[in-house]
Every structure is written in structure tokens, then in C-alpha cells.
């Protein structure tokens, strides 16, 4: 359906709310894979989402009707494949930016793809992409954010925080939609027009830990050391002994 909610030129203008679903980004896929077109800007959002996913396949847990579990569709047919992750920054700093007036201090972007309140996850990304040869066909972004949820399972509960548990209040779900849906926008479209030529330095200024002395672990051995930089296909760069070595996803991990 049309959205007239958001003041957006195309993100979340047609706009599909489901109540229950496995996944957003599986629901879209379906949709991707059929005859008729998906709209550039395409949101979908689920009051649950009993199967939703992280990076690599991690599963997200969310509270139905309480947490915004939405996917958007894109085509950045201008983005070349080996610069895929400025699409996962630009996303990053769009929902950075979209929390921080509500939540303010203490907000950052964890590297490779979650939002983080201190030392706790508040929300997710996962961005899979659609490849056609050498060029991208279309992206599907998903992100869960924990807004209304004010118990988790036991699990869970030291490591992720809601808005409500910050704000101590109930958030408008719809509302945040259209702030998130309007900061994506406005990344996305100066991604589009290389204007954003400090990209990398605004993902960086706002990295969890960036600069930090840290523990973390690679091939279950545990070593300190400081986040300097990210490269050009997304692998976070650590300073340790003196010698940088860039690390991709899922080889290395942070010890809180």
C-alpha cells in the first residue's frame, strides 16, 4: 500500500505491514522472485518475526508487536560489488543517527552490523544482496530493533537493552519508522551521489570501541588491542603489538 506518513521521495512510500512472518528479508526474497516488480524503497514490516536472522545466520529474538522487525528494499546498480560495505556504513550511520535525539549518548555502531547502547545490543543489520554477474540486481536490509521490549529471556538479559529499558516509556513504533526510513534516505542518497567522500570517517567516529584498548579473541585465543580503521571490503583493522592486522567477519570477536 502507499504510505503518505513518511515525508520520504521513495523509502517506505509502498509499504507492506504483515502480523506474523518467518522472516522480513525471506518475505521480500519471495517477493523478488516473482514476475511483477518490487518498487525501489519497498518496506516491509511484521508485528513477529518467528524466525528472524542476523550475520551468518545468528537468530533474532524479538517481542511481537513490541520491536520494529522491518526489511527495505534497494537497487544500488551503482555501487561497485568490491565496495559493498559502504552500503552497510551508510545504513549503520542512518539508524545511529535516527536513535541518537531519542536515546542520545552512549549510542555506537559495533562492527560488522549491529547498534549498541554501552556495552548492550539495542539492534541489528543484515544486509543480503542479490547479484546479477558483476552487478547488483537488488540488496535486502533487514534490522530488528528492540523499542517496547521491556523483558528478555535469561539468555539475553545482560547483553541487550530496549528503548523503553533507556527512556523508561513506551516509543510510537510507526513514528520511529519514519525517522529511520528518512535518515536511511538521506545516506543513502548521498552514497548514490559520492557525496558523502567521509564515509568512512563518520562509521569510524561513531564505532564501538574504536580507539579503545580491548580484549578480543581470534581462533580461541585472547589478545588486547585497538580498532585503528576498517578497509575497503569492511574487515576491521586492530592494532596489537604493534602490528596491524585487518580481520574479516566472524574471525574475530569482542570479550566485554
Same mark, same amino acid.
Given at each position: 500500500m502507499q504510505n503518505n506518513t513518511f515525508s520520504t521521495l521513495f523509502i517506505g512510500r509502498n509499504f507492506i505491514k504483515l502480523s506474523s512472518v518467518d522472516s522480513t528479508n525471506n518475505y521480500l526474497k519471495v517477493l523478488l522472485s516473482k514476475s511483477e516488480p518490487v518498487p525501489d524503497g519497498t518496506v516491509i514490516m511484521a508485528d513477529e518475526q518467528y524466525a528472524g536472522r542476523g550475520q551468518q545466520e545468528n537468530t533474532w529474538h524479538a517481542a511481537p508487536g513490541q520491536n520494529l522487525t522491518i526489511s527495505l528494499h534497494l537497487k544500488p546498480s551503482f555501487l561497485a560489488i568490491k565496495n559493498q560495505f559502504k552500503l552497510n556504513m551508510a545504513v549503520s550511520i542512518a539508524l545511529n543517527d535516527a536513535l541518537l535525539p531519542l536515546v542520545g549518548e552512549g549510542l555506537r555502531i559495533k562492527w560488522p552490523n549491529d547498534i549498541y547502547y554501552l556495552d548492550r545490543k539495542l539492534g541489528g543489520i543484515?544486509? @543480503?544482496?542479490?547479484? =546479477?554477474?558483476?552487478?547488483?540486481? =537488488?540488496?535486502?536490509?533487514?534490522?530488528?530493533? *528492540?523499542?517496547? !521490549?521491556?523483558?528478555? !529471556?535469561?539468555?539475553?538479559? $545482560?547483553?541487550?537493552?530496549?528503548?523503553?529499558?533507556?527512556?523508561?516509556? $513506551? &516509543? *510510537?513504533? $510507526?513514528?520511529?519508522?519514519? &525517522?529511520?526510513?528518512? !535518515?536511511? @534516505? =538521506?545516506?543513502?542518497?548521498?552514497?548514490?551521489? *559520492?557525496?558523502?567522500?567521509?564515509?568512512?570517517? @563518520?562509521y569510524l567516529k561513531r564505532l564501538y570501541r574504536y580507539g579503545k584498548l580491548s580484549s578480543f579473541r581470534h581462533n580461541g585465543q585472547v589478545f588486547e588491542g585497538s580498532i585503528t580503521g576498517i578497509n575497503e571490503p569492511g574487515m576491521l583493522i586492530i592494532e596489537s603489538e604493534g602490528k596491524e592486522q585487518a580481520y574479516n567477519f566472524k574471525e574475530v570477536e569482542f570479550i566485554n
Open positions: 543484515l544486509i @543480503e544482496n542479490i547479484l =546479477s554477474g558483476q552487478h547488483y540486481k =537488488s540488496s535486502i536490509i533487514g534490522i530488528g530493533l *528492540n523499542v517496547n !521490549q521491556q523483558q528478555f !529471556q535469561p539468555s539475553l538479559k $545482560d547483553r541487550a537493552i530496549s528503548i523503553h529499558q533507556i527512556l523508561h516509556k $513506551d &516509543v *510510537n513504533l $510507526d513514528e520511529l519508522l519514519a &525517522v529511520i526510513c528518512s !535518515q536511511i @534516505e =538521506s545516506q543513502y542518497l548521498k552514497l548514490k551521489s *559520492n557525496s558523502n567522500l567521509l564515509l568512512t570517517q @563518520e
